[in-house]
């Protein structure tokens, strides 16, 4: 696609979803057209950007059971000792740890210890949209040596409108393929407008479509028996 830094790795930008985190995140995920989200077991962290940064996630809910529990400072030890550099996010607005059995000394001497001791930087955000703007402006921060001009493209209008009687008889048709969903099945249509154009597509055509990857191609390629 015209908006990716074509020859680079960062581009489509790759992040690995627990598949313990809710759904809903990855709809503001997948509002940037230039990301492609795996989404599989992780065993630190709940987001891994590129292979570059991993995203401790923490409600005020979460953040408090998991300390009561146990499992928080487990889990920071695991950022602190992982060789990918992390961060811990903490979302939502002050107000909602009240009455979560915790004062607000202890909070912050929690905090601290997290700063100081396992060295893993705190980040505040108010909103699920922006726990995932926060973490690509951290992931864009910390990759800047890399590549300066980074920009992550709001995904465009989708073409088709839901009086299209054929649109969900095309759609059911691409995800009789391995690896494509709903999702990705509409990517299809609206980078390539038909299916007969999908078909007929080049592999290096097809992987310019954000969500397609090379085994996904292959198979599709496989039971359409096409020869590049």
Do not use: W
């Given at each position: 696609?015209k908006d990716?830094?074509r020859?680079?790795?960062f581009?489509?930008?790759?992040?690995v979803?627990?598949d313990?985190?809710?759904?809903v995140?990855l709809?503001h995920?997948?509002?940037?057209?230039?990301?492609?989200?795996?989404?599989?077991?992780l065993?630190?962290?709940d987001?891994?950007?590129d292979?570059e940064?991993?995203?401790e996630?923490?409600?005020?809910l979460?953040f408090?059971?998991?300390?009561k529990?146990?499992?928080?400072f487990?889990q920071a030890g695991?950022l602190?000792?992982?060789k990918?550099?992390?961060?811990?996010?903490?979302?939502?607005r002050?107000?909602?740890?009240r009455n979560?059995g915790f004062?607000k000394?202890a909070?912050?001497?929690?905090l601290?210890s997290?700063s100081?001791i396992?060295?893993i930087p705190?980040?505040r955000?108010?909103t699920r949209?922006?726990?995932v703007s926060?973490?690509l402006?951290?992931?864009?921060q910390l990759?800047?040596?890399k590549l300066?001009?980074y920009?992550?493209?709001?995904?465009?209008?989708p073409k088709?409108?839901?009086?299209?009687n054929?649109?969900?008889?095309k759609?059911?048709?691409?995800?009789?393929f391995?690896?494509?969903g709903?999702?990705r099945?509409?990517?299809?249509l609206?980078h390539?407008?038909?299916l007969?154009?999908?078909?007929?597509a080049s592999?290096?055509?097809?992987l310019?479509?954000i969500?397609?990857g090379k085994?996904?191609v292959?198979k599709?390629k496989e039971?359409?028996?096409?020869?590049?």
């Open positions: 696609m990716f830094l020859g680079s790795k581009y489509p930008l790759e992040i979803v627990d313990r985190e809710p759904d995140m709809g995920l997948f509002s940037y057209r230039n990301i492609i989200i795996r989404k599989e077991r065993l630190v962290g987001y891994l950007l292979s940064l991993i995203v996630r923490k409600t005020p979460d408090c059971a998991s300390i529990d146990g499992r928080f487990k695991k602190a000792n992982s990918v550099p992390a961060c811990l996010i903490l979302e939502g002050k107000r909602e740890y979560l004062s000394n909070v912050q001497a929690i601290l997290v100081l396992f060295r705190i980040i955000s108010k949209k922006e726990t926060v973490m402006q951290s992931f864009k990759t800047k040596d300066a001009a920009k992550f493209h709001p995904r465009l209008k088709f409108q839901k009086s299209d054929f649109l969900n008889q759609i059911h048709i691409l995800e009789g391995p690896g494509i709903a999702d099945a509409e990517y299809l609206n390539f407008g038909s007969q154009h999908i078909f007929n592999e290096s055509d097809l310019s479509v969500g397609i085994s996904t292959q599709m039971i359409l028996n096409v020869v590049n």
